[in-house]
């Protein structure tokens, strides 16, 4: 199937915005990034000092239905313009430690991207994000095809989210990248609900649709008097996963947190989160701050990420590689504070440290309303830590050398429609 099909769908959509059951709109999202490079840097010697990019990101959505059923389709297209887009031509992922260049499907069932152009410094692709046909009754939910499902508890690392979950240090988390699959809700009439999914997946190397790169996943939600919890029994690449996880109000705090085991070939990994967020008013502003505490089982027992040492631990490399976990090391602190400086402007501090090596990542994302259909988001992004950490940057397997970087700059403005 290509996306240009989905676009025709949803240009069909917009000649039917006037009628009530369907909804047409998107945005366009203008993209700037600067990211300079340490003189002991691999990337480097590829890029130079500094790296400077520019991207288009057009999206059109749209949702509508008829009596029970429901469609929710969506379409983008990126065109990508800048350093990194050739340099990075020349960078092997290392086991997943670097992320894939472009947007690609080759793990999802359906290929919904197509790459138009990749020459030089630019790159254009479009693709399919959505495209599910739902039936919802007044206790039931089922949806097939293209869609997102967000799990768990954690507000940086979220282990029981086993489809597709955000890297911590994501800027822009508005949408999840959807994937292929069947989904089912069911609600009880004291409030709790069961939801299952069923994830198709190919074999990166084979193309083949294989059962052991599925996901069947059955989730329990319910409530125990003041407490939220989760409860999770899922066969995730062949690897048998259970979850709890649960939410709570503790004084004027939120406790949130998630306990995963994951029981794949020879050993058993646990995962943890536990976090608390607080809401308060300081200097006639609103703030809100949270910090959290993540246990990563299938981290590296000590601080070494030279590609020797993460070759012998193949599980945590599957997992780097199918973005399941964005992690090295086994104890990690998260915190932030937004800061709502005006209704319209909010500043956001986030620091995540790997308490184990130590290294960290520093953000400070800003967020402003320009007009009631115009958002400009910003951050500025500083590693902390010495060579051979984490965030300060891992040996490259090069004598002297490190997949290090050092500050960068991030900014966006979006028109929504």
Known sequence: MRPSLCLLLLVAGAARAGDGDVDF?????????????????????????????????????????????????????????????????????????????????????????????????????????????????????????????????????????????????????????????????????????????IVARRDPVTGDAERDAATIALKYHGFAGDTEFDLLIADHYADTVVGLGGVRSIGGAIWRGDVVITDAPGDDFVQVVSSLSYSWTWAGRNVSGVLEYYFNGFGQDSPDYDPASLASNPELLARLARRDLFALGRHYVAGSLLVEVTPLLTVTPTLLANAGDPSALLQVVTQYSLGDNLVFLGSANVPLGADGTEFGGIRAGLPGLYLSTSAGLFAQLAWYF
């Open 25 to 197: 709109g998107g945005h366009t999202k203008l993209r700037a990034e600067g990211q300079s490079f340490p003189a002991n840097s691999l990337i480097r010697e590829l890029a130079g000092s500094r790296s400077i990019d520019t991207e288009g990101d057009l999206r059109l959505n749209l949702s509508g239905g008829q009596g029970d059923w429901s469609l929710d389709a969506a379409w983008q297209l990126f065109l990508l313009h800048g350093d990194s887009i050739e340099w990075s031509r020349t960078l092997l992922p290392l086991g997943g430690v670097i992320a894939e260049r472009l947007p690609t499907d080759e793990r999802r069932y359906f290929d919904l991207t197509h790459v138009i152009h990749d020459e030089d410094r630019t790159a254009i692709l479009h693709r399919l994000d959505r495209l599910a046909i739902g039936y919802t009754t007044e206790k039931t939910v089922v949806r097939l095809g293209r869609q997102a499902l967000s799990w768990g508890n954690g507000l940086f690392y979220t282990p029981m989210d086993l489809v597709n979950p955000f890297d911590p240090a994501a800027i822009d988390t508005e949408f999840k990248a959807g994937d292929d699959m069947l989904y089912g809700q069911y609600l009880r009439d004291d409030g709790d609900d069961i939801q299952a999914a």
